[in-house]
C-alpha cells in the first residue's frame, strides 16, 4: 500500500476521533448545564441547583441535623431558587436594588464583628472552601429581600396598643417572673430592733440561721426560687418593690414581724434605657445667597447682646427666628441625646443653665441657643414597648410575605423541567 492512502486513512480516523471527542464534551456540557426551570426570563440550570443542594447537605452536616430524602431535598431547594429568581427579578422592576455602597457597609459590618478586616474575612472563609463571592451575592439578595418587604409590606401595616398590650401579657404569663428570696420571722419588737441592726453589718444569712423564728432559718431563710403566686400573699407587693440585692422595711402579720430579702430574680427583662435630654429654646437665621455668613453672624451677636441686656429670648424668637418654633418663643422642649445634628447637640452639651450661646453653624442655618434644664428620662417601657411592637411587625410582615409571594408566582411564568418530577 502507498503512503498516500495510509495518510488519508490516518486523517479520516482522526479526524472521527475528534468528532466522537467533542460529541463526548457536548453531552458533558449539556449534562452539567442543563436547565432545570424557567422563572420569567430566567433559567435555573442543573449545576446551580447541585451546588445548592450540595451546600444544605454541608449545613445539614454541621449542624448535626438528619439530612432529607434526596427528592425532597431537591424539590425544596429548587423552590427557593426559584422563590430567590422571582424575587430579585421583581426587585430589580420595582427599582429596588442593594448598592454596592450598602453592600459593602454590611460586609465591613460582619468584618468587623468577626475582629477581622473584609479581606481577611474573604481568606478565611476561601480557606474553610466557602465562596465569598457566593457569599457577597447572599448578602446582596438578603438585603434586598429586607427592602421589599418593608416597601411591600411592612410600610403598610399598623400595630395596636392592643396588640402590644396583649402580647405583653402573654408573655408575662408563659414566663413569669421567678424569685429568690431570703427570710427572716421574729417574734417581739425587742428581737425585731436587735436583727435590724446586726443587719447592717452582718450577712442576711447569717443573722437570718441565728435569729429567725421561720421555718427555712436552718438554710439562711432561703425560700429558693419561687413564683409569685407560690408566696404568702403577704410578701407579693413587698417582693414586687424591691430591687435585686435590696432588703426590705419590717412588716408585721398574725406570725409576727418579717424581713425579706430579694437576692436574685429571673424571667423576661428589659435592659434600662435611660436618656439625657435637655430643655432648648434657640433662635435660627437662614443664609441664601444674598447673605453673607459674616452678616448673620453680626445680627446674631446684636441679637445675643439685646438678650443680655434684657429683651426676653421668646420675644427676640418671635421677632428675629426664621425657624417653625418662632411663634412659640423659639421652644424647642425636650431633646434628647441624638436628635439633632452634631454641631447643635455638641454646643447644647457645652451650654451651663439660663446661657446664650454664640452663634452656631449647621445645615439648617445660623443659631443661638439657651438650655433652660436638663434631666435623664426613663425610656425602658416605651423601649419595651416599641420591642415587641417590632417583633408582632416582624410575625406580620413574614405571614403578610408568605401570601404575597404565593400571588407573584401564579401570576409568573414558571416551567419547571426537572426530570424526577
Same mark, same amino acid.
Given at each position: ?240 418593690? !424591691? %430591687?435585686?440585692?435590696? $432588703? *426590705?422595711?419590717?412588716?408585721? /402579720? @398574725?406570725? +409576727?414581724? &418579717? #424581713?425579706?430579702?430579694?437576692? =436574685? ?85 457645652? !451650654? %451651663?443653665?439660663?446661657? $446664650? *450661646?454664640?452663634?452656631?453653624? /449647621? @445645615?439648617? +442655618?445660623? &443659631? #443661638?441657643?439657651?438650655?433652660? =434644664? ?48
Amino acid at each position: 500500500m502507498s503512503i498516500k492512502p495510509i495518510i488519508l486513512i490516518s486523517l479520516y480516523m482522526l479526524q472521527n476521533f475528534l468528532l466522537v471527542t467533542e460529541a463526548i464534551s457536548k453531552q458533558t456540557y449539556i449534562e452539567v448545564d442543563t436547565i432545570v426551570a424557567i422563572v420569567e426570563k430566567d433559567s435555573i440550570s442543573k449545576s446551580q441547583l447541585i451546588n445548592a443542594v450540595n451546600k444544605k447537605k454541608d449545613y445539614f452536616v454541621n449542624k448535626k441535623i438528619k439530612i432529607p430524602k434526596e427528592n425532597i431535598l431537591i424539590d425544596n431547594t429548587l423552590e427557593e431558587l426559584i422563590n430567590q429568581s422571582l424575587i430579585m427579578q421583581f426587585s430589580e422592576q420595582i427599582g429596588i436594588q442593594a448598592s454596592s455602597e450598602h453592600l459593602q457597609n454590611v460586609i465591613g459590618n460582619i468584618a468587623e464583628k468577626n475582629q477581622s478586616t473584609v479581606e481577611e474575612l474573604r481568606i478565611q472563609m476561601e480557606s474553610e472552601g466557602s465562596n465569598f463571592i457566593e457569599f457577597k451575592e447572599q448578602i446582596r439578595f438578603e438585603i434586598t429581600i429586607n427592602k421589599l418587604k418593608q416597601r411591600q409590606i411592612t410600610s403598610k401595616l399598623k400595630v395596636s396598643d392592643y396588640e402590644i398590650d396583649s402580647y405583653i401579657a402573654l408573655q408575662e404569663k408563659m414566663t413569669s417572673d421567678s424569685y429568690n428570696i431570703h427570710h427572716i420571722l421574729v417574734e417581739t419588737s425587742e428581737e425585731l430592733s436587735k436583727v435590724t441592726e446586726l443587719l447592717t453589718t452582718s450577712p442576711f444569712k447569717d443573722v437570718a440561721k441565728k435569729y429567725s423564728s421561720g421555718p427555712l432559718s436552718e438554710t439562711g431563710g432561703d425560700f429558693g426560687w419561687r413564683k409569685l403566686e407560690e408566696l404568702p400573699d403577704s410578701f407579693v407587693e413587698i417582693i414586687k418593690s !424591691l %430591687k435585686v440585692g435590696q $432588703v *426590705s422595711k419590717e412588716f408585721e /402579720t @398574725n406570725n +409576727g414581724f &418579717h #424581713i425579706i430579702k430579694l437576692s =436574685d430574680k429571673r424571667g423576661i427583662e428589659y435592659k434600662a434605657v435611660l436618656i439625657n435630654q435637655s430643655k432648648v429654646r434657640h433662635i435660627l437665621i437662614k443664609q441664601n445667597e444674598i447673605t453673607s455668613e459674616d452678616s448673620i453672624k453680626k445680627k446674631l451677636n446684636h441679637i445675643k447682646n439685646q438678650i443680655l441686656q434684657g429683651l426676653a429670648f421668646t420675644e427676640a424668637a418671635k421677632k428675629f427666628s426664621e425657624d417653625g418654633s418662632a411663634s412659640n418663643g423659639g421652644e424647642l422642649g425636650w431633646i434628647s441625646s441624638g436628635d439633632t445634628v452634631p454641631e447643635f447637640e455638641k454646643k447644647v452639651q457645652e !451650654l %451651663k443653665l439660663n446661657e $446664650v *450661646s454664640d452663634p452656631i453653624k /449647621t @445645615n439648617l +442655618g445660623w &443659631h #443661638i441657643l439657651e438650655v433652660l =434644664d436638663r434631666r435623664i428620662k426613663d425610656f425602658t417601657i416605651e423601649s419595651k414597648r416599641a420591642s415587641v411592637e417590632n417583633k408582632i411587625l416582624e410575625q406580620k410582615t413574614e405571614s403578610a410575605f408568605t401570601d404575597w409571594l404565593l400571588g407573584l408566582r401564579e401570576r409568573s411564568h414558571i416551567e419547571i423541567r426537572l426530570n424526577n418530577r
